[in-house]
């Protein structure tokens, strides 16, 4: 099994790297596989209405990650997508990208109905949990299960044991769900 980790901020391994990778030492703990998606820093389309996606499931843009992203989530048994916070919400970038990807996605095939999925932030201060309700829409949209923690998937960049903790459980979780 393997759970895909999506990180969602333009840092390769800044804090949101860093919870993500909490996530896959506790999936490796229980025995399941992980694999990296990175967003990047190159520009990012937004969607455009054009519903070109809906035959193939697929993106009219091809000069961005999106139908990789596709492919990538499709492959996996769930996702993880992790989003650092900017202005309480998720990064901007990240769900330019999203929108397209579960439109494309979901909005005329279900692609990823059933496919476990979580949502989890990184923030200085505040906005982790406006930004995690954000990003579960996609999974809401899609009926994708989201897997729970013992408290909201947020971290705080510095010294956040508590967090670590959470993060922890929501791999324990993901896999309680994923052999079930
Ligand atoms: C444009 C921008 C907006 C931000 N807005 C917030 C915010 O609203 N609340 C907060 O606590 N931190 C905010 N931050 C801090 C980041 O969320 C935080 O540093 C995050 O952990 C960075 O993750 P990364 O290292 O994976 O990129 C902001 C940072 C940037 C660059």
């Known amino acids: 099994m393997v759970v895909l980790l999506v990180n969602g901020s333009p840092n390769k391994n800044g804090h949101t790297a860093r919870a993500l990778k909490t996530v896959e030492d506790e999936l490796h703990v229980h025995g399941v596989d992980a694999a990296w998606f990175q967003i990047g ?93 954000r990003l579960n829409k996609y999974f809401l949209y899609s009926e994708m299960p989201i897997v729970s923690s013992k408290y909201w998937n947020m971290n705080f960049m510095d010294n956040d044991s508590f967090g670590t903790d959470v993060l922890r459980q929501l791999a324990g979780n993901m896999t309680e769900m994923l052999k079930k």
């Open 41 to 133: 820093t190159k520009m990012v389309r937004g969607c455009i209405g054009c519903n070109k996606c809906e035959e193939a499931c697929r993106c009219a843009f091809t000069d961005d990650k999106c139908n990789d992203m596709i492919d990538a989530i499709a492959q996996a048994d769930a996702v993880v997508i992790g989003s650092p916070v900017y202005f309480a919400g998720p990064n901007g970038a990240l769900c330019a990208l999203l929108d397209r990807v579960f439109y494309a996605a979901c909005a005329h095939k279900r692609l990823f109905r059933g496919k476990p999925a979580a949502a989890l932030t990184t923030c200085w201060r505040a906005g982790g949990v406006a930004a995690i309700d």
